[in-house]
């Protein structure tokens, strides 16, 4: 007797039961309280595991989240949180940043955001962010992925995650874009390569060779597709790897989204004068501005990165140089999505990898500091004009609410709809979770 | 062959459970489930206090065991399946092996609840997870007293749940907070509603539309068409009918629709979300609405709605949000709309920032 014939002598209903316990136990899915066996026995039923997919993607259940979207603005370098949002007046550790007050009661923030003040009825501070990795690479990677580098794999990026988990909303648009990034884009990691983000790398020059050369006709095109794929057919009938797959597929998305109308959705050009002027012409600016289009399409991942937080020393001139670009940008955002009605369905995140020190070195720089800074969130469901945890009088250790950067993420997979205790399995056979052990902080959510 | 062998110890233990359960006492939660949750799992599984350190306790995994509210609010899946053991989180997670490291109550809080235990459990959730008289509410009651009186020192903010205009809210709203919390529409509407067939949700992988669950199983719908804006058209809503029913979420924006998608719209009655932004539907389109009674949302953000459209949604005692900024909407429209549904915030403007002073064309600011 064989297996196929043992499969299909039973009934469809214990088919289904067998497969899904055979897929639980033989592909190590132990939490399938989130998963449905039901899913995965219908898509093993369905003839849909063919050589190159992966079992583990048939969707888990989601949450019943509001945050259809991500938009995070990760600031590398380091974000000092005494002078942004957890302000310090009158303390030595304070220096000269004055605390302003806000839209928001008992929302505080440092006079270099007076844009965002006018929002703050909007946004979630959290003060109580806490971490252990003060170099910037390793931090980051931590930041992205929830958890620590290791030379033995890697991990795979929260918008990977969300991609993968939430699936596309828009099936021509890319699942997870980063803008403005430069080598060190987030990774998909253990994850089939199709997760991986789209990288814009100016925002204003949108989506690059995305139109046919010059000379080069539809027909023309057409053709030369066609000899690639009789190119490829041999070699992907004779390698049936994901990785062969996953190259092909890149390719009919391009080819889809070359001729999609979607394809506007990259130009930032086509905006009002006005909007874009209230976002500011920064690169920051143009890159919320690009996120917003996205997102307004139907993209569910957009990171967008800013630098040149790594103020060691004149950390206030500095300040002055980086903050109002950010203050224009973040608060347009804000303004723009709260009135397009998309806010409530889009969560924005601002990042940073760790804090500074409370102490100013003698040429008024500020270190690195992971164990206390700030974040904050918007949209989403977040409720808004609220502070969560704080830190001491002087900014130095946190007091109240620790949100450890696992915790941070898995607010932000919880805001998703995307279940933290969901548990994928890298090639190599390890188990991962979105945000490692984090817990989300529901609290904050209205 | 090989994969036979290790196939078919696999396939007993699948089957050997679906067999042993057809025990019939009627198992009472209060007498004989709650005091093994009382001693085994409270302990870490409680809604949120502040211990005699001061320090704010949350339930471990967010699993809150110690009221019915808390066992059914669970997002972190089916704690509670009713009906359904195998797949209920509760269950599985206490007949792990003894070794697994997510096995409840964890190694180190002691052995693993007995069999006899653990088939009690599956015994009463098989049966339909009836609770009867209880919920404890008596003991969460002071807990939220505490949780609160601790919020207001951790979250300074204001706790309401419309961000719109300036928060007026003392520091005295947030206790109110707990009280108000609403149950989502989307579980008090999809109670007894059956779930759409898997034949009508396969019908709809060639259409223009994405029809997905709303989340956590819920059998409303969420329906999309990204990317397929173009192919949306007053005629194309037809396709909907047969789900008509069971929408809870719309998003149509950008589309090809005008007023007479009012009509197909019209007939969802268990429309929470709508978002027509950015099309051509008017005022005869948005005033069909004012029969979807559930809606709470509508985003007419750019469309042709005006006064009049605007003027029908009176009656939506439910709405609490609509967006018309960029469209012919007037402020006493607003008003007149705000005075018919108490509470409901029309978002008329984008409160975008004044522009950079030099436009950030300069790349570093001057120094001081």
């Known amino acids: 007797m064989t297996l196929r014939n043992l499969i299909h002598g039973t009934d469809l209903a214990t088919r289904r039961n067998f497969l899904g316990g055979l897929a639980k136990g033989a592909l190590g899915v132990s939490t399938a309280a989130t998963f449905g066996n039901h899913a995965i026995a219908q898509a093993l039923n369905a003839g849909n595991l063919t050589l190159g997919q992966d079992p583990q993607d048939p969707q888990p259940t989601l949450g019943r989240a509001t945050a259809k979207h991500v938009i995070f603005l990760f600031m590398r370098g380091g974000m000092s949180h005494i002078d942004t949002f957890d302000p310090k007046p009158g303390k030595e550790t304070g220096g000269p940043t004055a605390a302003i007050n806000t839209r928001a009661d008992g929302v505080q923030l440092g006079h270099y955001l007076p844009k965002l003040a006018d929002q703050a009825d909007k946004i979630c501070v959290v003060n109580s962010m806490t971490s252990k990795q003060g170099a910037h690479e390793q931090a980051q990677y931590v930041m992205r992925t929830s958890y620590e580098m290791r030379g033995t794999i890697r991990h795979a990026s929260l918008g990977a995650w969300h991609h993968r988990m939430a699936g596309r909303l828009n099936p021509t648009l890319p699942g997870h874009v980063v803008v403005g990034g430069g080598a060190d884009l987030p990774s998909a990691g253990y994850f089939p390569p199709q997760y991986q983000a789209l990288p814009i790398g100016s925002a204003d020059a949108g989506l690059q060779n995305a139109t046919l050369p010059r000379g080069v006709s539809e027909d023309r095109f057409l053709r030369r597709l066609k000899r690639l794929s009789k190119l490829n057919d041999a070699f992907a009938e004779r390698h049936q790897h994901r990785g062969v797959k996953a190259y092909d597929d890149a390719y009919d998305d391009a080819v889809r989204l070359m001729r999609s109308s979607d394809l506007a959705a990259f130009d930032i050009g086509l905006e009002s004068e006005t909007i874009r002027a209230a976002y500011g012409n920064t690169q920051l600016g143009r890159g919320c501005l690009l996120a917003r289009r996205l997102v307004e399409n139907g993209v569910r991942f957009v990171e967008v990165m800013g630098g040149g937080w790594d103020t060691h020393s004149d950390n206030f001139d500095r300040l002055d140089d980086l903050c109002p670009p950010l203050d224009q940008a973040i608060a347009a955002l804000l303004a723009d999505l709260h009135a397009r009605g998309l806010l409530h369905e889009t969560l924005v995140v601002l990042a940073t990898e760790f804090g500074r020190t409370p102490d100013i070195d003698p040429d008024n720089g500020r270190n690195h500091y992971p164990k206390a800074f700030s974040a904050m969130l918007a949209g989403g469901g977040v409720r808004g004009g609220m502070r969560y945890g704080k830190t001491d009088k002087e900014g130095r250790e946190v007091e109240d609410g620790a949100v450890t950067i696992q915790d941070f993420n898995a607010t932000i997979a919880f805001a998703a709809g995307i279940p933290t205790d969901h548990v994928v399995m890298s090639p190599s056979g390890r188990p991962f979770k979105v945000a490692d052990r984090g817990d989300a902080v529901t609290e904050i959510f209205a | ?368």
């Not at chain 2, 009472?28 to 704010?56: M, S, T």
């Open chain 2, 1 to 368: 062959m090989l994969r036979l062998t290790l196939l078919i110890p696999l396939l007993t233990l699948c089957a050997a459970p679906a067999l042993a359960q057809k025990a019939t006492k009627k198992v009472d939660f209060a007498k004989q489930i709650w005091p093994i949750l009382e001693k085994r799992c409270i302990d870490c599984h409680k809604a949120p206090y502040v211990d005699k350190n001061g320090r704010k306790r949350k339930p471990k995994g967010r699993v809150e065991l110690d009221t019915l509210a808390g066992i059914k609010k669970s997002k972190r899946g089916k704690v509670v399946k009713a009906g359904d053991a195998d797949n209920s989180l509760l269950y599985e997670v206490i007949v792990l092996p003894a070794d697994d490291e997510d096995i409840m109550p964890p190694s180190k809080k002691g052995k693993p609840l007995s069999k006899t235990q653990t088939d009690l459990i599956k015994r009463w959730i098989d049966q339909g997870a009836n609770y009867g008289k209880w919920t404890g509410e008596k003991k969460s009651a002071k807990k939220t007293g505490k949780t609160t009186g601790k919020d207001k020192k951790t979250g300074t903010g204001d706790a309401k749940k419309n961000s719109g205009g300036g928060n007026s809210g003392s520091g005295k709203s947030s206790s109110g907070k707990s009280g108000k919390a609403e149950v989502s529409p989307l579980l008090t509407l999809s109670k007894r509603l059956k779930p759409v067939s898997q034949e009508t949700l396969a019908s709809f992988a060639k259409s223009p539309f994405r029809v997905r669950s709303v989340g956590d199983d819920n059998p409303l719908l969420q329906v999309t068409c990204y990317g397929q804006t173009d192919a949306i058209d007053d005629a194309a809503l037809e396709e909907l009918a047969p789900i008509a029913s069971h929408i809870a979420e719309l998003n149509l924006a950008a589309t090809q629709i005008t007023d007479k998608a009012g009509a197909a719209i019209a007939r969802m009655p268990r429309l929470v979300t709508l978002d027509v932004r950015q099309t051509e539907i008017g005022n005869h389109g948005v005033a069909a609405l004012g029969k979807c009674k559930e809606l709470r949302r509508i985003n007419l953000y750019g469309t042709k709605v005006g006064d009049y459209g605007l003027a029908a949604l009176g009656n939506l005692s439910h709405l609490r949000k609509v967006h018309v900024w960029q469209t012919e909407v007037s402020a006493n429209a607003a008003l007149r709309l705000r005075e018919a549904v108490p509470g409901v915030e029309v978002v008329m403007a984008a409160d975008l920032p004044e522009p950079m002073a030099d436009n950030g064309n300069s790349g570093r600011r001057r120094r001081r």
